[in-house]
């Protein structure tokens, strides 16, 4: 079975800087390349780390800043 991660689906947190989020479910917002800025939904502006991309989620988890 292929899975894809695409904008607007449900995905599951299996790795986090944070460990309370592990498990968690979050939607997708948007892709990010390594060192590639985005707005958070709150109106926050955020730089990923130069080492990795990442996707722009929202759902209940704890976010604070760390990568």
Known sequence: ???ELKVGRLALVIDSAIPENVGKCVT???WHPPKGDFVSPDGTAGKLPGD???WLCTGSVVCTGKM
């Open 1 to 3: 079975m292929k899975s």
């Open 28 to 30: 997708l917002l948007s």
């Open 52 to 54: 990795s991309g990442g």
